[in-house]
T-cell receptor, first 111, second 115 residues
Framework: KQEVTQIPAALSVPEGENLVLNCSFTDSAIYNLQWFRQDPGKGLTSLLLIQSSQREQTSGRLNASLDKSSGRSTLYIAASQPGDSATYLCAVRGSNYKLTFGKGTLLTVNP | DVKVTQSSRYLVKRTGEKVFLECVQDMDHENMFWYRQDPGLGLRLIYFSYDVKMKEKGDIPEGYSVSREKKERFSLILESASTNQTSMYLC??????????????FGEGSRLTVL
């Protein structure tokens, strides 16, 4: 059974800092990995999707990497802003339509 | 942009009531999903559907049923609501795994409270 772990569970940084969020998974037979952002009381917003054949994806200040063999992904946020404060979740998709989610990292960026 | 719309953002129901949560997507996606999200437990899959009238149980289907009569609409039904079904319910849709991305898009969520 796939298990997804996100460390740390919470992170607080000053504005302008570059930061890395981590996601690890136990079964490397994945179809893709997706990073989401969730604001309090809201749904999930897709940030980046990495297919199993890819190593990284970039969108603006965000860069996500994938190392299937080691079962790891990282989300790099450059020059963090208070508006980046949210919970960040990663999810891996296996071959049976299902996604397995991590429990998220709560990020607080302090002005 | 893909839009997944959940009809009710907040609902308050009484124990034993029948509850319908509606979800509509506008991108002609084949796959649709219902999750619930609880503090400390994360997101858990209740049911998913990969085509009209097709459904499969997720990890926690007990106490729930679903309906998919049209491609764009996926409904979650609580036949007899109980207090332990108080939760945030999230609907999502995606293209099939065989297609180009399989990216998952979520609605804004429905916060259900059962008294």
């Amino acid at each position: 059974k796939q298990e997804v772990t996100q460390i740390p569970a919470a992170l607080s940084v000053p504005e302008g800092e570059n930061l890395v969020l981590n996601c690890s998974f136990t079964d490397s037979a994945i179809y893709n990995l997706q990073w989401f952002r969730q604001d309090p009381g809201k749904g999930l917003t897709s940030l980046l999707l990495i297919q199993s054949s890819q190593r990284e994806q970039t969108s603006g200040r965000l860069n996500a990497s994938l190392d299937k063999s080691s079962g790891r992904s990282t989300l790099y946020i450059a020059a963090s802003q208070p508006g980046d404060s949210a919970t960040y979740l990663c999810a891996v998709r296996g071959s049976n339509y299902k996604l397995t989610f991590g429990k998220g990292t709560l990020l607080t960026v302090n002005p | 942009d893909v839009k997944v719309t959940q009809s009710s953002r907040y609902l308050v129901k009484r124990t034993g009531e029948k509850v319908f949560l509606e979800c509509v997507q506008d991108m002609d996606h084949e796959n649709m999903f219902w999750y619930r999200q609880d503090p400390g437990l994360g997101l858990r899959l209740i049911y998913f559907s990969y085509d009209v009238k097709m459904k499969e149980k997720g990890d926690i289907p007990e106490g729930y049923s679903v309906s998919r009569e049209k491609k764009e609409r996926f409904s979650l039904i609580l036949e007899s609501a109980s207090t332990n079904q108080t939760s945030m319910y999230l609907c999502a849709s995606s293209t099939p795994d065989r297609a180009d991305t399989g990216e998952l898009f979520f609605g804004e969520g429905s916060r259900l409270t059962v008294l």
